[in-house]
């Protein structure tokens, strides 16, 4: 009878431990995610440069791309027919990150950034937030914003006004 009970209870252990759901929990290295983010980021501004369309690839499907005009936001698809013309000249744009931040939420699942650009618009800003997915990082959204050094806003808000007020008076016109 102990020795029944002593395989019972063994068998028992044995099934249990064969349908126990794996719970491995990989460690979270924010060093190696970092470094995988700004190769990312690096090669994605090289795509652009060399008019490469798997620029486009490195955004997540649903991502979207925020352009410097308040009329400039994209889903994905649209951002590729929109930049269309510039790929297919053979070189789109050329913007080199000089300083980079990154920071990670606490699963490490996803990460945001923020980068100056060296462009021939002179001095941008990138910020953006990222998506771990099936082992790599993808763009969720990217949000480019120029820099107005600050004794330069009020000219710079004038330009703005003066466009906005142009551009109602035309869209008046047409009506």
Same mark, same amino acid.
């Given at each position: 009878?102990?020795?029944?009970?002593?395989?019972?209870?063994?068998?028992? %252990?044995?099934?249990?431990?064969?349908?126990?759901?794996?719970? @491995? @929990?990989?460690?979270?290295?924010?060093?190696?995610?970092? +470094?995988?983010?700004?190769?990312?980021? +690096?090669?994605?501004?090289?795509?652009?440069?060399?008019? +490469?369309?798997?620029?486009?690839? @490195?955004?997540?499907?649903?991502?979207?791309?925020?352009?410097?005009?308040?009329?400039?936001?994209?889903?994905?698809?649209?951002?590729?027919?929109?930049?269309?013309?510039?790929?297919?000249?053979?070189?789109?744009? &050329?913007?080199?990150?000089?300083?980079?931040?990154?920071?990670?939420?606490?699963?490490?699942?996803?990460?945001?950034? &923020?980068?100056?650009?060296?462009?021939?618009?002179?001095?941008?800003?990138?910020?953006? %937030?990222?998506?771990?997915?099936?082992?790599?990082?993808?763009? @969720?959204?990217?949000?480019?914003?120029?820099? %107005?050094?600050?004794?330069?806003?009020?000219? %710079?808000?004038?330009?703005?006004?003066?466009?906005?007020?142009?551009?109602?008076?035309?869209?008046?016109?047409?009506?």
């Amino acid at each position: 009878m102990i020795l029944r009970t002593f395989i019972v209870l063994l068998l028992g %252990v044995a099934v249990m431990q064969c349908t126990e759901p794996v719970t @491995k @929990k990989i460690a979270f290295d924010k060093e190696v995610a970092a +470094d995988s983010i700004n190769t990312l980021l +690096d090669n994605w501004h090289l795509l652009a440069a060399k008019a +490469d369309t798997n620029y486009f690839n @490195k955004m997540a499907a649903d991502g979207v791309y925020l352009g410097t005009d308040a009329s400039e936001r994209w889903a994905v698809s649209d951002f590729k027919t929109w930049a269309a013309p510039y790929f297919e000249r053979g070189n789109a744009w &050329d913007f080199k990150a000089t300083e980079r931040h990154i920071e990670f939420g606490a699963q490490g699942k996803y990460a945001w950034f &923020d980068e100056l650009l060296e462009t021939w618009m002179g001095t941008c800003r990138g910020s953006g %937030v990222l998506f771990y997915n099936n082992g790599k990082w993808e763009i @969720k959204q990217y949000n480019l914003s120029l820099m %107005v050094p600050n004794p330069a806003i009020h000219e %710079v808000m004038d330009v703005i006004a003066t466009q906005q007020d142009s551009t109602a008076a035309t869209s008046e016109e047409k009506q």
